[in-house]
C-alpha cells in the first residue's frame, strides 16, 4: 500500500536524525585554507573568494568525483584564479589545463569562465540567473546557492536517488524538482539542515550503501526494502 504524503514526510525527518546520530555533523563545504592548499572541510564560505571557490568546486565536480575535483580547486588556487576577476581574464586554454584531473575539461573552463562573469556582473545570487548560464544544472545550481550562499534549496544528487529508492520512498525516476519539494517539504526550511543533512547522505552512500551494499550493521537497515543483511 502507498505510503502518503505525511508518512513519507515523516520518515525524511527519522532518516535524518538516524544519519545524523550515526555519521555526525560533517562541516561541509571544503575550503582551501591558504593559497595553494588542499580542500577541507571545515564549513561554509566567509567572504566572496570562498563563496566563487564553492561554486567553482560545484562545477568541477560534475561528473567525477570530489577528490579529482579538489584536485583541480588545488592548482586553480595555486595559480591565483580562484578569484572571479582572475578567472574571467585569463586564456581557457591555461584553466582547462590547470583543471585537466577533473575531466571534462575543456567544457568545465567554459562553465568556470561564464560563472566567474556572472560574479563579475554582482548578480543577486538566484535560482533562475544561474540555471541560464551555461552548463549550470539543477543540482549545480542548488549546489551554488546551498553552500554558497547559505539559502535553503536541497541538493539532489545520484545518491540521494539510490539511499532513498533503496529505503521504498523513491521510485528512482521522479524528475529533479519533484524530488526537492519532496525534500523540501517535510523539512523545515533552514539552510543549515539542508546542508547537513545532503552531507550525511553521501557519507551514508560512500559507507554503507554503495552500489554494492554493505548491509550489516547500516544505521537504516531496518527501513530498508533491499536490505540483503537478513
Not at 556582473?121 to 541560464?132: C, F, H, I, N, Q
Request: hydrophobic fraction near 35%; aromatic fraction near 10%; include cysteine.
Amino acid at each position: 500500500m502507498p505510503r502518503r504524503g505525511s508518512e513519507i514526510g515523516q520518515s525524511i525527518r527519522d532518516i535524518y536524525r538516524d544519519l545524523f546520530s550515526a555519521y555526525g555533523p560533517r562541516g561541509w563545504w571544503p575550503l582551501t585554507r591558504r593559497r595553494g592548499a588542499r580542500p577541507e572541510y571545515r564549513g561554509g564560505p566567509r567572504n566572496r573568494r570562498q563563496r566563487f571557490e564553492v561554486a567553482a568546486g560545484a562545477v568541477l565536480t560534475q561528473n567525477t568525483t570530489w577528490s579529482n575535483a579538489a584536485r583541480a580547486v588545488t592548482a586553480l588556487s595555486c595559480e591565483g584564479l580562484l578569484d572571479p576577476a582572475a578567472m574571467a581574464a585569463a586564456p581557457r586554454e591555461r584553466i582547462a589545463a590547470l583543471i585537466r584531473p577533473s575531466g571534462y575539461y575543456n567544457q568545465k573552463a567554459r562553465r568556470l569562465q561564464a560563472l566567474a562573469a556572472w560574479f563579475e556582473e554582482g548578480a543577486v545570487p538566484d535560482r533562475g540567473g544561474l540555471l541560464r548560464l551555461h552548463g549550470i544544472g539543477p543540482e549545480t545550481a542548488d549546489s551554488i546557492l546551498l553552500y554558497g550562499f547559505n539559502m535553503p534549496f536541497f541538493v539532489v544528487d545520484a545518491y540521494t536517488r539510490r539511499v532513498f529508492s533503496r529505503l521504498g520512498l523513491l521510485g528512482g525516476e521522479e524528475p529533479y524538482e519533484r524530488i526537492r519539494a519532496l525534500f523540501e517539504s517535510s523539512l523545515e526550511a533552514d539552510p543549515a539542515v539542508f546542508n547537513e543533512y545532503h552531507a550525511l547522505i553521501v557519507e551514508h552512500a560512500k559507507r554503507r550503501c554503495a552500489r554494492r551494499p554493505i548491509c550489516e550493521g547500516c544505521p537504516l537497515r531496518e527501513r530498508c526494502i533491499n536490505s540483503n543483511y537478513y
